[in-house]
């Protein structure tokens, strides 16, 4: 099993920063890329950003700019810096990360809202 830890979300200000951390421990064979998604109320979960073991990174065109996703593959641990934040950022965000087979773990989520 995989378990993904995930820390960071929060209230901020629009304009303001914050920076997601996932931490993946258990029984990783290979991983092949980890990632964040978003899920806002009454809404689907949506792609927010990913990055593979070989760095090369993906994301939404909403956050293209604004959010840096980075990796250290020692720690099995992905990181979101999202800066310039806005309201319409807030939603629950998920870490994902997808295994060889291919297998994909989700972690429970972690609430970040954007408000004045």
């Known amino acids: 099993q995989v378990q993904l830890a995930e820390s960071g979300g929060g209230l901020v200000h629009p304009g303001g920063s914050l920076r997601l951390s996932c931490a993946a421990s258990?029984?990783?064979?290979?991983?092949?890329?980890m990632g964040w998604y978003r899920q806002a109320p009454g809404k689907e979960r949506e792609l927010v950003a990913v990055i593979t073991s070989g760095g090369s990174t993906n994301s939404a065109d909403s956050v293209k700019g604004r959010f840096t996703i980075s990796r250290d593959n020692a720690k099995n641990t992905v990181y979101l810096q999202m800066n310039s934040l806005k309201p319409e950022d807030t939603a629950v965000y998920y870490c994902?990360?997808?295994?060889?087979?291919?297998?994909?773990?989700w972690g429970q989520g972690t609430q970040v809202t954007v408000s004045s």
């Open positions: 994902n990360l997808v295994g060889l087979g291919p297998v994909a773990y």
């Open positions: 258990g029984s990783i064979s290979r991983i092949i890329r």
